[in-house]
């Protein structure tokens, strides 16, 4: 059983930054490919970032050159640094993750808020 549990999501104004974190607890965190989600009021759920195990990354195009995602495999931890924040990109935030010999997002933590005023 995997525990995922975010933080940071806040209230900014519009070109600011933040930088969300999640902790894992219960597999081994290095085996498992994390990712960052969110979701806006009456919007479905989109993929922002992608980690692998090995460290590569992908991004929603949308994001790509303003945030980055990391992982800090010592402190099982997965990081979204998110700068010019948009108004748009108001939203829950997710960290999800999943093992890397399967294909879905199994695993989810309960979601950070970030709100982004103009």
């Known amino acids: 059983q995997v525990e995922l549990s975010e933080s940071g999501g806040g209230l900014v104004q519009a070109g600011a930054s933040l930088r969300l974190s999640c902790g894992f607890l219960?597999?081994?965190?290095?085996?498992?490919?994390m990712a960052w989600f969110r979701q806006a009021p009456g919007k479905q759920r989109e993929l922002v970032a992608v980690i692998s195990s090995g460290g590569s990354t992908n991004y929603a195009d949308s994001v790509k050159g303003r945030f980055t995602i990391s992982r800090d495999n010592a402190k099982n931890t997965v990081y979204l640094q998110m700068n010019n924040l948009r108004p748009g990109e108001t939203a829950v935030y997710y960290c999800?993750?999943?093992?890397?010999?399967?294909?879905?997002?199994?695993?989810w933590g309960q979601g950070t808020q970030v709100t982004v005023s103009s």
């Open positions: 999800a993750g999943r093992h890397y010999s399967t294909s879905g997002y199994s695993d």
């Open positions: 219960g597999r081994t965190f290095a085996t498992y490919i």
